[in-house]
């Protein structure tokens, strides 16, 4: 199956795709807006966001076992903020080549200038190979062959 996404895209239509690759899913930790918790949000934005407006939040994906969202993913139009295990960072779209899975529970994100981050989705594992759709789509900025890539 292909897809294609073009960078920039606007809000409506980043709704649009996040539904159909990485749909809403609260039981594995994974939100969409408006359908996140606000306190959830709250605590994802104060703890590895700060400077987000809770509006500027496409979806969260909370990497806690007890769902304090305090580790985990927010992803904006803009890019992908994260936190794992007290270390946090943001990367732009435009500035990632590609996701791979690692282990159980991760996604490796290879920058354009060559270095890697790890991103842990923590118990959102069936959210992992989604996620990792999703970015692999956005980065490739054209066509993606979502079979390739664990659809």
Not at 15 to 37: A, M
Not at 86 to 96: C, H, L, V, Y
Not at 131 to 145: C, E, M, P, S
Request: charged fraction near 25%; charge should be positive; proline fraction near 4%.
């Amino acid at each position: 199956m292909k897809e294609s996404v073009e960078l920039p895209i606007g809000r409506q239509n980043w709704e649009s795709l996040l539904t159909r690759v990485v749909p809403h899913d609260p039981q594995n930790q994974w939100y969409l807006s408006p359908n996140i918790p606000q306190k959830k949000l709250d605590r994802a934005i104060r703890k590895y966001a700060s400077g987000l407006q809770p509006g500027d939040v496409l979806a969260l994906m909370d990497g806690t076992v007890f769902g304090s969202a305090h580790m985990g993913v927010l992803l904006t139009t803009e890019g992908v903020h994260y936190r794992r295990s007290g270390k946090g960072g943001a990367i732009r779209w435009s500035e990632i080549s590609e996701a791979k899975s690692v282990g159980s529970a991760e996604i490796d994100i290879t920058t354009t200038q060559g270095s890697r981050l790890r991103i842990s989705c923590g118990v959102g594992l069936l959210v992992r190979d989604r996620l990792q759709k999703l970015v692999n789509l956005v980065a490739h900025r054209g066509t993606a062959d979502a079979d390739q890539m664990g659809s």
